[in-house]
Each structure stands twice: as structure tokens, then as C-alpha cells.
């Protein structure tokens, strides 16, 4: 469960006022609003990589809102992938597996059941340099996945791509949040996009104002 | 009739003008700069045989210089990039009052007159902490002492090369690392730090550069005694002092191959990883 209440943040231009949202266990949520409405700060704070003015985020009932990012339990997918320049697609798999302490064997069954779900297991000693842009949100979505998280943010994971390569991913993406039985919170402005994918529906006014539309 | 609006007429009798002469202008000005350099480094190995080469390499105090010059270089360089990674990367990330004021700060010893950063440190070194200091380790007219004063500029340098790699490079890999559980140390060595590869390299190398060519503030500080803090650019100020023309240009010679080669290799390893 994702849960923000009364979350309030100025950066630059835009504001977000009072924002308070719940995204139930294992609910596709997409966000949607017009560019620069603050969508991606909203995703920076639930993730940690932003401090809110006001309120809480809450993941799991646990106020997670002083804890550091890696302590929340989210994993998160930014627009273009960020992947690791220098590290193979292995390493992506591996990376937080290792940094948590896991055992090798269980690093080396996580990478190899991902690559193989994600459709990436061709790629695995390669470098992310040269890869498509489909390939590259696989990996970016296989690295946050690794270590289970309890909630999946995304950043318009399906902006770049070709319309057959996004069809394709998306519907990867709702296969990975049924197996996975996680919260996705999907931030994306197409509207199809949202329509196929959502089954929570929310907009960000350019007044940084939220709302939920047509929730199932 | 009108035309439709939005239309506009095609100028078909407008012809965008051939690029090469774009491309001569510049070309040009790199061939004619190159010219000057290639012809200073010509006329000076014309002016000098191979028997002053020979000669120079036989001399004890040369060879000492030049072994010097090789290891100080080498520390001052590294002890650059141990402190350009830090503090190029809070100027490239932090957000902090006097940010500006730092960054110029830390540009004083790139436009400090040598001599001036020389006095500076003579003077500093006469504080009573810097006496006390001095009791364990001996800094004025000492090899340390020639340390510190490349390191003194050569670590300016190497700052500015280090900022402006961690400017140009992305932050969202390094915040993506942070959410996967990494703290801020680890995200630094394992993401930040393979990707700046290329410029530490860079930094490196314009540090072991300037720490080479530097020579005022190593007279002025750490003196200029044979066999003791003589660093190849003394030497040539040594023989240039005592008229011997021949053996300052053959020390140059040698110098201007030593940093040639250094320079290339480093470049190599920082291609290659």
C-alpha cells in the first residue's frame, strides 16, 4: 500500500498542495496531469529522494516519510532508465541483491528468474550502452524489482518507445505487477496509456492539486 | 485568391552557402597554432645535438633531477585527485550558501602569480602551528616542501576538471542507486565514481602536468639545492643561470618527451578500462 497524507512541496514554478492519495495492496495506480505539474516531484518524494514540506508517506501502514530511500522498501523506475553506465545488465540484476547481503546463490536464482521474465537474458553481459530504448526499461525495471519491493513507481516508463514496443511493455508491466503482487504507482500524460493500464485513476492539476477520477 | 494561412512562399532561388570554407577557417587556425608549437619543439632539438642529450643524461645532478621530478609529480598528482573528487563533487552537487564564494576561492592559486603562492607558503610556514608541524615533518627546503607547492596548484587544476565531470554527469543513476539501498558512500563508489572514470584521468593528468612545469613556487619554498629539491625545471633555470645554453636545452628536450609520454599513456589508460 502507497499512502501520502497532506503532502505539500514548492519547487521553482510549481507547487504541490496538500496532496493526500491511497493506492490500496496490489493496485495499478496511474497519475496523470500536464508537463510540469510536479508529477516527477511527487515520485522523488514518495521515494525519499525529496523532502515534502508537509505531511506524510506512508508505505506498508509504516510512515516511512524520515526514513532514506533505500529504507522504504519502493522501487523506482525514472523516465529514461538511469541505467549503470559501466555496469553489465548482470550487475543491474545483482545490484541490489548485493548491497542487501543476500547469499550468492540466491543473487544468481534472482538474476536469472528476472532476465527471464523480463525477456533480457540475451543481454546480461552486455553494457547498457546500445541497447533500445524498450530493452533499457526492462532492465531499469528488472534492477527494481531485484529485491521485492513492497510498491513500484514509474516514471513515464513507456514515453520513449515505439507504439509496438509499448504494447508490448505494457502489458509486461501488468503481468509483472499481477506476479509480483505489488502497488504500481505509473506516472504517465497519455491518456490511452492510462486507460489500459489503470485500475486506479488519478490526476495532478497544473495547481498541484489531486484528484481521484472513476476508481474500480 | 489568397493563400491559405500558414502558407509561405518557397525562396527556391536561396541556396545555403558550401561548408567548406567553415571548415578551412578552422582548420586553418588549428594548423597555424600547431605550426608554432611544433616549430618551438624543432627549433630547440635543431639547437641541441645529441651529444648535449648524452651529455645532460651522464650529469648525476640531472639524473637526480630528473627521478625528482618524476616522484614528486607523481605524489602531488595523486594527493590532487585524493582531494579534486570531494570537493568537485559538492561544488558539482552541493547546494550550500557561499557556493559562489568557494568556487572562487579554490580558483586563487590558478591566478596567483607562482612567486606570490611560493612567499605564501614561506610565510605560512613560519605560523607557530606550521612550526610545530615542521618539528615532525620539514617542509621548507625540503622535498616535502617541493611536494606541496606542486600540489598547492596542481590540485586547482585537478578541482576544476573533477567539478566538470560530475556537473556533465547524470545524478539519476546515483538517486536510483540510493533507492535500491545504497547509502550515499556506496552509491558514490560503485555508480559515481566508475562513470567519472575518464575525467579522474583527465584530473590526473593536468595535475602531474602542472606539478612538473612548476617552478616558481619550488624556488621560493623549497629552494634550489643540487642533489636535494633540484626539479628538472630548476635544473633549467640552474644551467640557464651559469650560461650552459646547450645543457637548459637538452634538459627541456627531456622534459617535453618525459611529459609527452606520460601524458599519452595516461590518456591510454583512461580509454581503456
Known sequence: MIALEGISARSGVFELNNISLRIPDAIYAVLMGPTGCGKTTLLEIVCGLRKPATGKVLINQRDVTREAPGNRGIGYVPQDGALFPTMTIRRHLAFAPQIHHWPRTKVTDRVTELADHLGIAHLLDRLPAGLSGGERQRVALGRALAVRPAALLLDEPLSALDPDLRSDLSNLLQRVQREEGISVLHVTHDRNEATRLGEMHLVLSSGGVMSAVGQT | ?273
Not at chain 2, 639524473?63 to 573528487?85: E, G, N
Request: charged residues 10%.
Open chain 2, 1 to 273: 485568391m489568397n493563400p491559405p494561412i500558414g502558407y509561405r512562399p518557397q525562396n527556391v532561388s536561396h541556396r545555403a552557402p558550401p561548408s567548406w570554407p567553415f571548415w578551412a577557417i578552422i582548420s586553418s587556425v588549428t594548423v597555424i597554432y600547431l605550426l608554432l608549437l611544433v616549430a618551438m619543439i624543432a627549433a630547440a632539438s635543431h639547437y641541441s645535438a645529441p651529444s648535449d642529450l648524452w651529455r645532460a643524461l651522464q650529469s648525476r645532478e640531472i639524473r637526480h633531477a630528473i627521478v625528482l621530478s618524476l616522484i614528486t609529480c607523481t605524489i602531488s598528482a595523486q594527493l590532487s585527485l585524493l582531494v579534486a573528487v570531494p570537493v568537485g563533487y559538492l561544488l558539482a552537487r552541493g547546494k550550500f550558501p557561499g557556493k559562489n564564494l568557494l568556487d572562487t576561492l579554490l580558483d586563487v592559486p590558478i591566478v596567483l602569480p607562482p612567486m606570490v603562492i611560493g612567499i605564501c607558503l614561506l610565510i605560512l610556514f613560519q605560523t607557530p602551528p606550521m612550526r610545530a608541524l615542521e618539528r615532525h615533518i620539514p617542509f621548507t627546503y625540503t622535498v616535502f616542501g617541493v611536494v606541496l607547492a606542486q600540489f598547492v596548484v596542481a590540485a586547482a587544476f585537478a578541482v576544476r576538471q573533477m567539478r566538470t565531470t560530475f556537473v556533465h554527469l547524470d545524478p539519476r543513476p546515483e538517486e536510483v542507486a540510493l533507492t535500491l539501498g545504497c547509502s550515499r558512500g556506496q552509491a558514490m563508489r560503485w555508480v559515481t565514481l566508475p562513470a567519472a572514470r575518464r575525467g579522474m584521468f583527465s584530473a590526473v593528468s593536468v595535475a602531474w602536468a602542472r606539478s612538473l612545469g612548476e617552478f616558481g613556487p619550488i624556488l621560493v619554498f623549497a629552494g634550489a639545492t643540487r642533489m636535494k629539491t633540484e626539479v628538472v625545471p630548476t635544473t633549467v633555470w640552474l644551467e640557464l643561470s651559469v650560461g650552459n645554453l646547450e645543457a637548459a636545452i637538452a634538459v627541456s628536450l627531456l622534459m617535453i618527451a618525459m611529459s609527452i609520454i606520460v601524458l599519452l599513456g595516461m590518456r591510454a589508460m583512461g580509454d581503456h578500462p
